[in-house]
């Protein structure tokens, strides 16, 4: 097991700079921190749904896997040329699309963010799921970022809406849809 943090305050990070898995150490503010902390920021997010009441244990496990890949995928962000993400992990997400789906109306009109708590949050982590993958999108321009992670963040924001679908259906029985009519 690595480094065990045993001191909480070290200040090695006031000069503007904090420290990678490999022992550099590179500015707060670099498209690689911004994504290792996307993602502890989605990871969170999930955190928040996990939490919420009357959740299928089926829900409830997918979640907590989820969270276990996020920490992994934030390790291989956090220690360039280390590799953690595997299509594994991408065929269990798109496994989890197709059974949460498959309980599912098909979609005729846009869902809107919303139906109940835990659907809302579920929905709030998609979108920082979209954006921890246009993070490290950025950060692939400049540094080696595997495709695995990328195309996992983006599976997994498709699997988040399916689940803020499920979750909106169980808390009220409904999903918010978009209402083009109120625009005519």
């Known amino acids: 097991m690595g480094n065990r943090l045993s001191k909480i305050?070290?200040?090695?990070?006031d000069d503007g700079t904090t420290g990678l898995g490999d022992g550099s150490r590179v500015p707060k503010d670099s498209p690689r921190i911004e994504a290792i902390g996307t993602v502890d920021e989605l990871?969170?997010?999930?955190?928040?749904?996990?939490?919420?009441?009357?959740l299928s244990d089926e829900v409830g496990r997918c979640?907590?896997?989820?969270?276990?890949?996020?920490?992994?995928?934030?390790?291989?962000?956090?220690?360039p040329?280390?590799?953690?993400?595997?299509e594994a992990h991408i065929a269990r997400v798109e496994a989890d699309v197709e059974v949460f789906n498959t309980t599912l109306p098909p979609l005729k009109e846009?869902?809107?963010p919303g139906g109940g708590l835990a659907a809302s949050h579920c929905h709030l982590a998609r979108t920082?799921?979209?954006?921890?993958?246009?993070?490290?999108?950025?950060?692939s321009r400049s540094e080696p970022v595997s495709?695995?992670?990328?195309?996992?963040?983006?599976?997994?924001?498709?699997?988040?809406?399916?689940l803020a679908r499920v979750l909106?259906?169980?808390?009220?029985g409904r999903e918010v849809l978009w209402d083009r009519a109120r625009l005519e």
């Not at 040329?81 to 595997?86: A, D």
């Not at 695995?148 to 498709?158: C, F, Q, T």
């Open 9 to 13: 305050i070290t200040r090695t990070g």
């Open 43 to 54: 990871n969170s997010s999930i955190g928040v749904v996990a939490a919420s009441r009357g």
């Open 168 to 172: 909106a259906r169980q808390a009220q």
């Open 81 to 86: 040329g280390h590799t953690m993400v595997s």
């Open 128 to 139: 920082i799921a979209r954006r921890a993958e246009r993070c490290c999108w950025t950060l």
């Open 147 to 162: 495709e695995a992670v990328r195309i996992y963040l983006n599976r997994l924001s498709d699997l988040l809406f399916v």
């Open 110 to 112: 846009f869902i809107l």
């Open 63 to 79: 979640l907590l896997r989820i969270q276990h890949d996020l920490f992994d995928l934030g390790g291989e962000l956090a220690v």
